[in-house]
T-cell receptor
Framework: NAGVTQTPKFQVLKTGQSMTLQCAQDMNHNSMYWYRQDPGMGLRLIYYSASEGTTDKGEVPNGYNVSRLNKREFSLRLESAAPSQTSVYFC????????????FGDGTRLSIL | GQQVMQIPQYQHVQEGEDFTTYCNSSTTLSNIQWYKQRPGGHPVFLIQLVKSGEVKKQKRLTFQFGEAKKNSSLHITATQTTDVGTYFC?????????????FGAGTQVVVTP
């Protein structure tokens, strides 16, 4: 009964490096989301996928790309990491968009030097 | 920008005291959700309110949705150290039930024994 699984849990990158954050859910949810959390800023939506095959920008999409690989998996890619992208990244899923509770993964703590 | 505002941003409470945190929206909401994030953890869904004036209780926590559906409150009685964490509210703009959930920046609660 894993829920939402994120990998890796921690990562340190150098400026300019690229990496992909992985997220998978086993609840047969249609919608998936990527957030970043910075002190005092709450949760800011980066990208979301309302259903398999669709993705859309959230509040802070610049510097990121996403792929909805299948219904279970939704990845977030940083093509050229910048120090401003140092943050905690959360993946979440819900049965559908909107008025459905979101289930969050444990997060990825990413530091960019 | 963020349309859901939470006050206070930070709340320091003595164990055993009561406190209230507030969530205000610039637009009418179709629903309000509350989440709790323990230090170092991920947000966990607590409850959802959808009706004007609705009040729900979970043990020592009382949640209220305003009559105009533009504000909400979370009241905790007899605060315990287990209440430590950040409480987020989130809602969907009215008439947009399938839209993106908008999160507030959260109220960080610190409890002193």
């Amino acid at each position: 009964n894993a829920g939402v699984t994120q990998t890796p849990k921690f990562q340190v990158l150098k400026t300019g490096q690229s990496m992909t954050l992985q997220c998978a859910q086993d609840m047969n949810h249609n919608s998936m989301y990527w957030y970043r959390q910075d002190p005092g800023m709450g949760l800011r939506l980066i990208y979301y996928s309302a259903s398999e095959g669709t993705t859309d920008k959230g509040e802070v999409p610049n510097g990121y790309n996403v792929s909805r690989l299948n219904k279970r998996e939704f990845s977030l890619r940083l093509e050229s990491a910048a120090p401003s992208q140092t943050s905690v990244y959360f993946c979440a899923s819900s049965p559908r968009e909107g008025r459905f509770p979101q289930h969050f993964g444990d997060g990825t703590r990413l530091s960019i030097l | 920008g963020q349309q859901v505002m939470q006050i206070p941003q930070y709340q320091h409470v003595q164990e055993g005291e009561d406190f209230t945190t507030y969530c205000n929206s610039s637009t009418t909401l179709s629903n309000i959700q509350w989440y709790k994030q323990r230090p170092g953890g991920h947000p966990v869904f607590l409850i959802q309110l959808v009706k004007s004036g609705e009040v729900k209780k979970q043990k020592r926590l009382t949640f209220q949705f305003g009559e105009a559906k533009k504000n909400s409150s979370l009241h905790i009685t007899a605060t315990q150290t287990t209440d430590v964490g950040t409480y987020f509210c989130a809602g969907c703009p009215s008439g947009d039930s399938w839209g993106k959930l908008q999160f507030g920046a959260g109220t960080q609660v610190v409890v002193t024994p």
